[in-house]
């Protein structure tokens, strides 16, 4: 028995903002672009629900992996800026999915949140606790922007994404590890004012560090080389901090996931939404070696390894998992 | 893996190898061109800072090197971190 990504979901709000959107900041679009490789996020409606568009993003990654509602037995959203302080997003999401009466609870870890999320879903399908867990990544991070602060607000951006995750036979073992060092709290968080404040070039620095050693931990832990991952997909924060990490681990660019610039930094929702996106651009086959990796607010971070669909997986509909849109 | 031996030699050509490595045209570096006319930025600056950390052991951070302009300066303050 193993556990592997059955499926993956996107969902983004409509409105698009530029780096032209921010000029009013004495900033441009050369210097973004430059140094965080983001060319554009989207932005939540004042007045939108986060949970409708968290709610989007699972019902594709359920479509996406072939496992009907009834077979979810838990729903866990990685997120920092729900809709309301209690009860979970998980909550309302599964009900208007029909998926009847699961686990459902929120995760707070910052932009590691997701990793969070689905290390507990992992572990819950190893120990025989589910077979079929929904993990959900959703921010609004324009809820807690300063958007006076042009060191922050052209980087973040709102969106959800959302993986399916499954028991399997065959592939590989998962391999995470998480992490918090509460002594760095100051260099990233979001305090009672609501809006977030972080020092940029340190956290660069221990992004690189954090991402760059615990993937190799990681890899070491499954017995494999960096050269075995399929795809290297990392918290989408900065494209910089993603290309620094790529050369400590000697990935080649072209298995490097980026969509920081279409989305820019969506927090806990980053690597969901990027899965998504790489299956939806065909990247993504059964049995594919994904690294992942995040870091954020704490400070948190985590890594793993995990098969995208089984070698030969076979979905609950009888249709081999290669038969949907994936090569 | 042996720490490779800290001296000025060393470490310069070590820091030509990473600047190259991300991205900067080797025969436009000079000790004295400015980072900004190379095309250096602050981020270049941190990485190049933790290259060699890791290769040298010489813990020099982003903060340290946040001071400098040109090639010589940001040797300057890793000789200056290194005792060299």
């Known amino acids: 028995m193993t556990v592997t990504l059955a499926g993956a979901g996107a969902a983004l709000p409509e409105r698009v903002l530029s780096n032209h959107d921010f000029v009013h900041l004495d900033t441009s679009d050369e210097w973004i672009v430059q140094r965080t490789g983001i060319r554009e996020r989207r932005r939540l409606a004042a007045d939108a629900s986060l949970a409708e568009l968290a709610t989007d993003a699972c019902g594709r990654a359920l479509a996406d992996s072939g496992v009907a509602p009834r077979d979810i037995h838990q729903v866990v959203v990685a997120t920092s800026t729900a809709d309301r302080i209690s009860p979970g997003m998980a909550v309302e999401i599964a009900t208007r999915l029909g998926i009847d009466r699961p686990a459902a609870f929120d995760v707070s870890a910052g932009c590691s949140g997701f990793l969070y999320a689905l290390d507990h879903a992992i572990a819950a399908i190893e120990s025989g606790r589910a077979d079929h867990v929904l993990v959900c990544g959703a921010e609004a991070l324009s809820r807690i922007t300063d958007h006076t602060d042009r060191n922050t607000a052209v980087l973040l951006g709102d969106g959800a994404g959302a993986v399916v995750v499954s028991r399997a036979e065959g592939g590989l073992r998962p391999s995470f590890v998480l992490g918090s060092d509460g002594t760095r709290i100051d ?14 070039r340190e956290i660069f620095e221990s992004a690189v560090d954090l991402m760059a050693g615990h993937t190799e931990l990681v ?21 910089r ?15 490097v996931f980026l969509n920081v610039d279409k989305v ?4 806990s929702a980053s ?9 939806e651009q065909q990247l993504l086959h059964p049995g594919a070696v994904l690294g992942l990796a995040a870091f954020g607010a704490g400070l948190s971070w985590g890594a793993g390894v995990i098969t995208w669909r089984s ?17 | 893996m042996a ?28 000790l004295d061109a400015s980072f900004d006319d190379l095309g250096v930025d602050s981020l270049h600056v941190t990485e190049l800072g933790q290259a060699v950390n890791r290769e040298f052991g010489i813990e020099v ?19 200056a971190k290194a005792g060299l």
């Open chain 1, 271 to 279: 690597i969901p939404l990027a899965l998504a996106h790489a299956g």
């Open chain 2, 61 to 79: 951070h982003a903060a340290d090197l946040e001071e400098s302009q040109s090639l010589r300066q940001a040797l300057n303050a890793i000789y």
């Open chain 1, 311 to 327: 070698p030969d997986a076979v979905r609950p509909d009888g249709e081999l998992s290669a038969g949907r849109g994936v090569r």
């Open chain 2, 3 to 30: 720490v490779p031996s800290r001296t000025k030699e060393s470490v310069e050509g070590f820091v030509l190898d990473v600047l190259e490595k991300l991205g900067i045209e080797r025969d436009q570096i000079t």
């Open chain 1, 241 to 255: 901090i993603i290309h620094a990490v790529r050369r400590r681990l000697g990935v080649p660019a072209e298995r």
């Open chain 1, 187 to 200: 260099l990233l968080h979001v305090q009672q004012d609501k809006l977030l404040r972080m020092r940029g």
């Open chain 1, 219 to 239: 890899l070491e832990r499954a017995g494999l080389g960096a050269e075995a991952l399929d795809l290297f997909v990392a918290h989408q924060a900065n494209a």
């Open chain 1, 264 to 267: 820019a930094n969506t927090s």
